[in-house]
């Protein structure tokens, strides 16, 4: 089973700041990672598919980078719907996993 | 607009069953795979199955023999037969629609599944 591996845990930042959020895979997988942001009581969201695609209707401040074993998401300016947990997901290889998740809360 | 609506969860002890429902519109349900997603109490999201265009099937470890996911293309609606149950089971449980990318790009609001005593 590939093991993602996220950091930090938790980011505390202030709106309009930037936040860089890493998510490291056991072994290659390739560009086939995904991100996803939830917030409490809420579904998931998909944000950004294949390392750097971004799904439709995500705003252009989330970026996605990396391939591999590392990657990358940047939230450029924070907003105050930005805050939530953000989860990185595999597709590489069955079964499927997720990271364990990164919360960004208001500092 | 693509909708995915879960229902069938509930209390349930442990060792019994229960069959998770998701209703699916909006979208040509035959043209997407669709998956199961949970998400224990405060815990992060575990992917639970799959199902291919093709009724190719995928199980997590942790549900492999227990659980068995299936799709009713006439009436738009995936499942998941769950048995055996656990207390480990109690989550949220997701159903999520998988494009060809393999990523979950569509979500349902979610049932919560309660396995205790």
């Known amino acids: 089973e590939i093991v993602l591996t996220q950091s930090p845990a938790t980011l505390s930042l202030s709106p309009g700041e930037r936040a860089t959020l890493s998510c490291r895979a056991s072994q290659s997988v390739s560009s086939y990672l995904a991100w996803y942001q939830q917030k409490p009581g809420q579904a998931p969201r998909l944000l950004m598919s294949?390392?750097?695609n971004r799904a439709t209707g995500i705003p252009a401040r989330f970026s996605g980078s990396g391939s591999g074993t590392d990657f990358t998401l940047t939230i450029s300016s924070l907003e105050p719907e930005d805050f939530a947990v953000y989860y990185c997901?595999?597709?590489?290889?069955?079964?499927?996993?997720f990271g364990q998740g990164t919360t960004v809360g208001v500092k | 607009e693509v909708q995915l609506l879960e229902s069938g969860g509930g209390l349930v002890q442990p060792g019994g069953s229960l069959r998770l429902s998701c209703t699916a519109s909006?979208?040509?349900?035959?043209?997407?795979?669709l998956s199961w997603v949970r998400q224990a109490p405060g815990k992060g999201l575990e992917w639970v199955s799959t199902i291919g265009t093709g009724d190719d099937t995928y199980y997590a470890d942790s549900v492999k023999g227990r659980f068995t996911i299936s799709r009713d293309i006439s009436k738009g609606t995936l499942y998941l037969q769950m048995n055996s149950l656990r207390a480990d089971d109690t989550a949220i449980y997701y159903c999520a629609r998988n494009p060809v990318g393999g990523f979950f790009d569509s979500w349902g609001q979610g049932t919560l599944v309660t396995v205790s005593p």
């Open positions: 294949d390392a750097s």
């Open positions: 909006g979208f040509a349900f035959s043209n997407f795979a």
């Open positions: 997901h595999q597709r590489s290889k069955w079964p499927w996993t």
